[in-house]
């Protein structure tokens, strides 16, 4: 890291430096530590990415109870914290060219779950998160570790934006540090009581309308997108949505506020992991030049999952958080219409309550026709992209996804509403044409849109020659983060100049 007396690199207006930029990700989750969803796959794999181009990176995360359990971090650093009377327990890893740091605050990470149980949110996720980027940053200060760039994803980590701001006004030696922060789906901001504001360590004023306060609640997100150097978000078009009534969750004034500073960047997958050539979890393995491979996956997962193995119509497959926000009542509401055109339904996830009970309800109705498994299984979701024909992703909102950019990878042409980074990432064309389509988009969330879709995907099925050119087409694409995490380096390089406000 770079350390106190030392002058940052000139970086110009132009390309990427070819010096080493020192970048330090605070997160609250991490594959393979800690994963509850994409937010884990990016920053699982963009920070080995920017490793592999010589840059020097340390992820933050909180040391969970499970982390701990399941890796060996050995004795701990104790450190002080810089705004309070609080200190921490501080575990080092290394893990694929990346420092790990894991913050321990006394027992509020030591339990089960992240951020809730099945109770709900645990009531003291405002001190948990406020403490975990208070100790962030104070071990940062005793380490006497000043990287170029602190990369804050969601609200888990948007204080650490605002507490640097008032850390520097008496540090100079934060002041060359610059914050870049990434919204990662903006319905998600962390928003407390006011009385909780206490536990930010920020002076006063920072709970008005220029600073946390939202519409009297405390906001951490709020905090992250007024206060960092420069936002980024998850895809070209989400940066755009994120500034309407209609996908702004109430922040859309805040976000128009940092235009100028604001960047989608459509996020990667890391494609050793994602890989049927050399994919573990499934049966036989696959490619372009070997595609015989995804027929034998097709029948183990139908096989496994007490499908038909006759059925003449697409697999289509659903691997999802089961939540208002992926669309999956649209599904539920038109399952009779899906069976009449011929599809099969397999679906893996958990979530709420309805949405499983409708799956069930309409696996029992439909035996050998839909399966549903509700349960958050790895392996398994690797086999349904590996034997699905069809990626079904009706989402109401979608930031980036990652799930159609794993199906493309084994084949499965992903459906998608045409919103945020799935209309980014999965092209199809008016008339299907076979040079260029990666899959099947919807727009209106409606009945009537969705199943004319359907319609014609069961239409272009029957078509084996264009299916397959379709399928190559999605195979072929490369969404790998060695080709995404330059863009970060870019984005980095201007934070690390002067943003306009």
């Given at each position: 890291m770079r350390r106190q007396g030392e002058e940052p690199i000139n970086l110009g207006t132009g390309g990427m430096t070819d010096k080493p930029i020192e970048i330090t990700m605070v997160a609250?989750?991490?594959?393979?530590?800690?994963?509850?969803?994409?937010?884990?796959?990016?920053?699982?794999?963009?920070?080995?990415?920017?490793?592999?181009?010589?840059h020097r990176v340390c992820v933050y995360l909180p040391a969970y109870r499970a982390v701990l359990n399941e890796h060996d971090p050995g004795s701990p650093a104790q450190v002080a914290d810089v705004f309070a009377e609080a200190r921490y327990q501080v575990f080092s890893l290394e893990h694929g060219g990346v420092s790990i740091r894991l913050v321990a605050a006394d027992d509020l990470f030591d339990r089960e779950g992240f951020y809730?149980?099945?109770?709900?949110?645990?009531?003291?996720?405002?001190?948990?998160?406020?403490?975990?980027?208070?100790?962030?940053?104070?071990?940062?200060?005793?380490?006497?570790a000043?990287?170029?760039?602190?990369?804050?994803?969601?609200?888990?980590?948007?204080?650490?934006?605002?507490?640097?701001?008032?850390?520097?006004?008496?540090?100079a030696k934060w002041r060359g540090?610059?914050?870049?922060?990434?919204?990662?789906?903006?319905?998600?901001?962390?928003?407390?009581?006011?009385?909780?504001?206490?536990?930010?360590?920020?002076?006063?004023?920072?709970?008005?309308?220029?600073?946390?306060?939202?519409?009297?609640?405390?906001?951490?997100?709020?905090?992250?997108?007024?206060?960092?150097?420069?936002?980024?978000?998850?895809?070209?078009?989400?940066?755009?949505?994120?500034?309407?009534?209609?996908?702004?969750?109430?922040?859309?004034?805040?976000?128009?506020?940092?235009?100028?500073?604001?960047?989608?960047?459509?996020?990667?997958?890391?494609?050793?992991?994602?890989?049927?050539?050399?994919d573990p979890h499934i049966p036989a393995p696959f490619s372009l030049a070997r595609p015989e491979g995804k027929a034998k996956c097709k029948s183990a997962l139908k096989a496994e999952l007490g499908l038909d193995s006759d059925a003449e119509g697409p697999l289509c497959v659903v691997v999802s958080r089961l939540a208002h926000q992926k669309g999956i009542d649209l599904i539920i509401d038109n399952m009779d219409e899906l069976m009449d055109l011929g599809v099969s339904?397999?679906?893996?996830?958990?979530?709420?309550?309805?949405?499983?009970?409708?799956?069930?309800?309409?696996?029992?109705?439909?035996?050998?026709?839909?399966?549903?498994?509700?349960?958050?299984?790895?392996?398994l979701s690797h086999r349904m992209y590996a034997g699905g024909d069809v990626l079904l992703m009706p989402s109401?909102?979608?930031?980036?996804?990652?799930?159609?950019?794993?199906?493309?990878?084994?084949?499965?042409?992903?459906?998608?509403?045409?919103?945020?980074?799935l209309a980014d990432s999965v092209f199809s064309s008016p008339a299907p044409d076979p040079n260029v389509d990666t899959g099947f988009h919807f727009d209106a969330f409606a009945p009537a849109d969705f199943l004319a879709g359907m319609e014609r995907i069961r239409r272009v099925f029957l078509d084996r020659g264009l299916w397959r050119m379709m399928m190559c087409n999605a195979m072929e694409k490369d969404s790998g983060w060695d080709g995404v995490a330059p863009r970060y380096v870019d984005l980095y390089e201007r934070a690390m100049r002067p943003q306009p406000r």
């Amino acid at each position: 890291m770079r350390r106190q007396g030392e002058e940052p690199i000139n970086l110009g207006t132009g390309g990427m430096t070819d010096k080493p930029i020192e970048i330090t990700m605070v997160a609250s989750e991490m594959f393979p530590f800690a994963k509850s969803g994409g937010l884990g796959d990016v920053v699982g794999a963009l920070p080995a990415a920017l490793a592999r181009m010589g840059h020097r990176v340390c992820v933050y995360l909180p040391a969970y109870r499970a982390v701990l359990n399941e890796h060996d971090p050995g004795s701990p650093a104790q450190v002080a914290d810089v705004f309070a009377e609080a200190r921490y327990q501080v575990f080092s890893l290394e893990h694929g060219g990346v420092s790990i740091r894991l913050v321990a605050a006394d027992d509020l990470f030591d339990r089960e779950g992240f951020y809730g149980d099945a109770r709900g949110a645990f009531p003291d996720n405002a001190e948990r998160f406020a403490r975990f980027a208070r100790g962030a940053l104070s071990h940062m200060e005793q380490e006497g570790a000043y990287p170029f760039i602190i990369h804050c994803h969601d609200w888990q980590s948007a204080l650490v934006p605002p507490l640097l701001k008032y850390r520097c006004a008496d540090d100079a030696k934060w002041r060359g540090v610059s914050t870049v922060f990434t919204v990662h789906n903006l319905a998600y901001q962390g928003r407390f009581h006011p009385d909780d504001f206490t536990h930010t360590r920020l002076p006063d004023e920072m709970m008005g309308v220029d600073g946390l306060e939202f519409y009297g609640d405390l906001n951490f997100m709020k905090g992250g997108i007024l206060f960092s150097d420069a936002v980024s978000t998850v895809s070209e078009r989400y940066a755009q949505e994120m500034q309407t009534e209609e996908q702004g969750e109430g922040l859309e004034g805040v976000v128009a506020l940092r235009s100028s500073s604001l960047f989608g960047i459509m996020n990667g997958i890391d494609d050793a992991v994602w890989n049927p050539e050399t994919d573990p979890h499934i049966p036989a393995p696959f490619s372009l030049a070997r595609p015989e491979g995804k027929a034998k996956c097709k029948s183990a997962l139908k096989a496994e999952l007490g499908l038909d193995s006759d059925a003449e119509g697409p697999l289509c497959v659903v691997v999802s958080r089961l939540a208002h926000q992926k669309g999956i009542d649209l599904i539920i509401d038109n399952m009779d219409e899906l069976m009449d055109l011929g599809v099969s339904l397999a679906v893996l996830g958990t979530g709420e309550e309805a949405l499983e009970e409708g799956l069930a309800e309409a696996a029992a109705a439909h035996p050998g026709r839909v399966a549903f498994v509700s349960a958050y299984d790895e392996a398994l979701s690797h086999r349904m992209y590996a034997g699905g024909d069809v990626l079904l992703m009706p989402s109401r909102y979608e930031p980036s996804g990652l799930n159609q950019l794993y199906a493309m990878r084994y084949g499965a042409l992903p459906y998608v509403r045409r919103v945020g980074g799935l209309a980014d990432s999965v092209f199809s064309s008016p008339a299907p044409d076979p040079n260029v389509d990666t899959g099947f988009h919807f727009d209106a969330f409606a009945p009537a849109d969705f199943l004319a879709g359907m319609e014609r995907i069961r239409r272009v099925f029957l078509d084996r020659g264009l299916w397959r050119m379709m399928m190559c087409n999605a195979m072929e694409k490369d969404s790998g983060w060695d080709g995404v995490a330059p863009r970060y380096v870019d984005l980095y390089e201007r934070a690390m100049r002067p943003q306009p406000r």
